[in-house]
């Protein structure tokens, strides 16, 4: 497993400087204590075996033990007793061995951080000091100034050992954090520009499925209501009225084209509320279609967001040109209810109903519920064969605030809540026949 704070480069260095202190030290001290003169008889063959004693003990450490097991505690503390002994029997068979003491001090810095670094660094001292003490000439007040050295450098050399340590590791854990945050600070730059490339996507999709509906809610029923007076002025001698009403749908489609380009509210919405809107467009409707429309209003009227007002006449529009382009029907019904925290729109008609040609999965539909959905709204559709057709959409009732709206308009309590009203005497249009 990878280590999560791998070491620093002044680490590998401490390291391997670590390992190679003993085999330094313990050649410096071979080397000045050959060149010593006046040996004793035997002085350097002795000193030839002790050297070779602790040269293979530390060879056979470096070369013999698995990297793996290097790193234990128990080999390191094995490793360090073999090279303090070797170092105490040459250290008092020839003082200038000492040299060869200092390397355990580099090696209690294996130790670290814990305790047994202390006891690595006391251990050395002693050696060190105890080798070079003349203890045929010792007193009391010469061991006790030798012990508060050893004291006094077991700590220092100790809690400087484990201080290093320590913030060697804090330094680290910085250091990955560091680069984790960068890696974070990469990472989270490409998500950003990925977020970017797909809200630029998902805005595109959105102003086309946009654009598609309005355009199908706009000029695609204009046009084909249009089409439906010049031909209707194909039938009848007269047809000023037709064609009237042809320009009139003409005139209006070109007007929400423009609108819907520029992303605005419908018309019937820019000084009125949507009671008075649905008015407006069931005269419209009734007047291009012949089709008896009913039209009412229930509950305590208030004025809506522009978003949910738009997405309900916007489904009354579609609902109604539904009704005149499929279902052949004599009457249909338009129910506005505001019931508190809801506000439904119903369309009925007593055509025959949705056919297997037109199974309720047209853009039309599809359309409405999109709207619906944008706001938070729901369809459900009824239809019998035969029968006719119920449209129902439920929307939640967030109010508008001052800003949006300016005072109602004068009549605008003439549709009282929960009062039916007859298409003759609210949309007088209404009550011609289909021509």
């Known amino acids: 497993m990878n280590d999560p704070f791998p070491p620093s480069q002044w680490e590998r260095r401490f390291e391997r400087l670590v390992e190679i202190v003993p085999f330094v030290t313990l050649a410096a001290s071979l080397a000045i204590s050959l060149a010593t003169p006046d040996q004793p008889t035997g002085g350097v063959?002795?000193?030839?075996?002790?050297t070779a004693l602790a040269l293979a003990w530390i060879l056979g450490a470096r070369l013999l033990v698995p990297a793996e097991v290097r790193g234990r505690r128990a080999f390191v503390s094995v490793h360090f007793a073999g090279v303090l002994a070797t170092a105490a029997l040459l250290s008092f068979h020839d003082p200038i061995f000492v040299i060869y003491c200092i390397s355990g001090f580099f090696l209690a810095a294996n130790f670290a951080p814990s305790k047994w670094t202390f006891a690595a660094v006391a251990a050395t001292s002693c050696i060190v000091y105890g080798s070079?003490?003349?203890?045929?000439?010792?007193?009391?007040?010469?061991?006790?100034?030798h012990l508060a050295i050893v004291a006094v450098q077991t700590v220092a050399i100790g809690g400087g050992a484990i201080a290093g340590i320590r913030i060697e590791d804090r330094q680290r854990k910085y250091r990955k954090a560091v680069t984790d945050l960068q890696t974070a600070l990469e990472e989270?730059?490409?998500?950003h520009a990925q977020l970017l490339t797909q809200a630029h996507q998902a805005g595109i999709l959105d102003e086309r499925q946009r654009m598609a509906r309005e355009i199908h809610d706009t000029l695609a029923q204009g046009l084909t209501g249009i089409i439906t007076q010049l031909r209707a002025a194909q039938r009848v001698e007269n047809a000023d009225t037709h064609v009237e009403l042809a320009l009139n749908l003409a005139r209006d489609s070109l007007t929400e084209a423009r609108r819907s380009v520029a992303a605005l509210q419908p018309h019937q919405l820019e000084n009125a509320h949507l009671p008075d809107a649905m008015t407006t467009?069931?005269?419209n409707w009734s007047q291009t279609t012949g089709v008896d429309l009913h039209?009412?209003?229930t509950g305590d009227r208030v004025p809506l967001s522009p978003a949910i007002e738009v997405t309900l006449f916007r489904v009354a529009q579609e609902a109604l040109a539904n009704v005149a382009k499929h279902a052949g029907a004599t009457r249909a019904g338009l129910?506005?209810?505001?019931?508190g925290t809801l506000v439904l729109l119903d369309i009925r008609d007593d055509g025959i109903g949705i056919q297997d040609t037109h199974d309720g999965k047209g853009f039309g539909l599809s359309s409405m519920r999109q709207r619906l959905r944008g706001v938070g709204g729901s369809l459900e559709i009824e239809s019998t064969p035969g029968e006719g057709t119920a449209v129902s959409a439920t929307v939640p009732a967030l109010q508008s605030t001052p800003a949006h709206r300016g005072t109602p308009t004068p009549g605008e309590d003439a549709v009282l809540a929960g009062d039916t009203v007859p298409a003759g005497d609210t949309v007088p249009a209404l009550e011609g026949n289909p021509q």
């Open 281 to 283: 467009l069931a005269r």
């Open 295 to 297: 039209v009412e209003v």
């Open 45 to 50: 063959l002795r000193t030839l075996a002790f």
């Open 335 to 339: 129910t506005l209810s505001y019931t």
């Open 132 to 145: 070079t003490l003349d203890w045929s000439q010792a007193t009391v007040q010469l061991i006790a100034f």
């Open 188 to 191: 989270n730059a490409d998500l």
